[in-house]
């Protein structure tokens, strides 16, 4: 039983890295502009980790820039926890966030920035626990499978195309304590 789940879980990362893949590859052909001025987006996609749930997570955030120096976005983590629960089953969270950031710095091609982020994980489970019985969601949060999140972090991004580039956070809180991904600036927005 194992062994199947863990090729169930090797074909679902094999097909999200696609589509996250095809994204970066499709938003790459749009125009850009600096990220830190009003009107101006940047969508993030990469993979993460924490210290307390540490299978690699999936991520992605859109950050508009709502005044100079300022952006709001919104953050999308899927973690499939599964090996971390000793069952015959499986255990994903996913978690979504409003992300309010700072920007500092003039360079067009670095992006500092801090801030945090509001959100809440979604939990799903299903299967047995390795003595027979059924386990619950229930058994993460009595009364609920939907946990508030609050997270602080601090972040850089380096675009070296003007288009394109790296992104790296650092993060106190859930759903992550790292992440690496690929930026690509998005037309501004009107």
């Not at 009003?38 to 999936?58: C, K, M, N, Q, Y």
């Not at 499939?80 to 067009?108: E, K, M, W, Y």
């Not at 801030?115 to 299903?126: D, E, H, K, Q």
């Amino acid at each position: 039983m194992k062994t199947s789940i863990e090729s169930l879980k090797k074909n679902s990362n094999q097909r999200i890295f696609k589509i996250i893949a095809v994204i970066v590859l499709l938003l790459v052909q749009v125009s850009a502009f600096s990220q830190k001025n009003t009107g101006d987006a940047v969508l993030t996609v990469g993979v993460s980790r924490g210290l307390i749930i540490t299978e690699p997570s999936f991520n992605t955030a859109y950050d508009f820039a709502v005044a100079n120096k300022f952006s709001l976005g919104l953050g999308l983590t899927y973690t499939d926890c599964t090996d971390q629960i000793n069952s015959a089953g499986t255990l994903t969270r996913t978690n979504i966030g409003l992300r309010p950031l700072f920007h500092f710095g003039n360079n067009p091609n670095w992006d500092f920035y801090t801030g945090f982020r509001l959100g809440a994980s979604f939990w799903a489970g299903s299967g047995h626990e390795n003595d027979g019985g059924e386990f619950s969601i229930h058994v993460i949060q009595p009364g609920g499978s939907v946990i508030p999140t609050v997270q602080t972090l601090a972040g850089i991004r380096y675009l070296s195309s003007g288009r394109v580039g790296l992104n790296s956070e650092i993060a106190f809180g859930f759903p992550y304590t790292y992440s690496l991904g690929i930026s690509v600036k998005i037309a501004k927005v009107q």
